[in-house]
């Protein structure tokens, strides 16, 4: 069955440092890959989606990922943290037809 | 409209009565789906909707939920005789159709606490 990990479920970094959060799906075909932010008390925001192409993506608020399918992996990155980038990310797959399956989320504290 | 609308925002329901959570997705949107959120966890999928097809219902926990979709407009989730487990934020989410390299846009949910 389709899954998605994220094996991290609560990451805090300075603000100002770099970012990585981790993603890790099983699927039998090369699938569309997305990143959501949800912000405290607000719904989900796309941060940036991968289907096909160039394997890094640049996404919104400064956020890139990279697909590497040998490691069926889709890592969120960011080089400097901002404090307002404090919240919850998603990772999630879609698939042609089918519903999205979302990772459990990692929660992102950010230090002054 | 602009965007997905929920409603109502927030509910709060006795144990053992029904409650209705409507969705107004994207216009022109032919794909839409419902998840739910508990305190602190991801998201769980219920039931998906693509157009005129029968939609994928295998997410929905127990006989208790159920959906409809009015073509490819409104849908309403209905939970029946409610239980404290179901409280959680139920999220409804549509794309312009079910490829999935099509973003899928996220209403702000509804807030249900099951007292």
């Known amino acids: 069955a389709q899954s998605v990990t994220q094996p991290d479920i609560h990451i805090t970094v300075s603000e100002g440092a770099s970012l990585e959060l981790r993603c890790n799906y099983s699927y039998g075909a090369t699938p569309y890959l997305f990143w959501y932010v949800q912000s405290p008390g607000q719904g989900l925001q796309l941060l940036l989606k991968?289907?096909?192409?160039?394997?890094l993506v640049q996404g919104i608020k400064g956020f890139e990922a990279e697909f590497k399918r040998s490691q069926s992996s889709f890592n969120l990155r960011k080089p400097s943290v901002h404090w307002s980038d404090a919240a919850e990310y998603f990772c999630a797959v879609g698939r042609y037809g089918q519903n999205f399956v979302f990772g459990p989320g990692t929660r992102l504290s950010v230090l002054p | 409209g602009a965007g997905v609308s929920q409603s109502p925002s927030n509910k709060v329901t006795e144990k053992g009565k029904d409650v209705e959570l409507r969705c107004d997705p994207i216009s022109g949107h032919t794909a839409l789906y419902w998840y739910r959120q508990r305190l602190g966890q991801g998201l769980e999928f219920l039931i998906y909707f693509q157009g005129n097809s029968a939609p994928d219902k295998s997410g929905l926990p127990s006989d208790r939920f159920s959906a409809e979709r009015t073509g490819e407009s409104v849908s309403t989730l209905t939970i029946q005789r409610t239980q404290q487990e179901d409280s959680a934020v139920y999220l409804c989410?549509?794309?312009?159709?079910?490829?999935?390299?099509?973003?899928?846009?996220f209403g702000e949910g509804s807030w249900l606490t099951v007292v």
């Open positions: 991968y289907f096909s192409g160039d394997t």
């Open positions: 989410a549509s794309s312009l159709d079910g490829v999935p390299g099509n973003t899928i846009y």
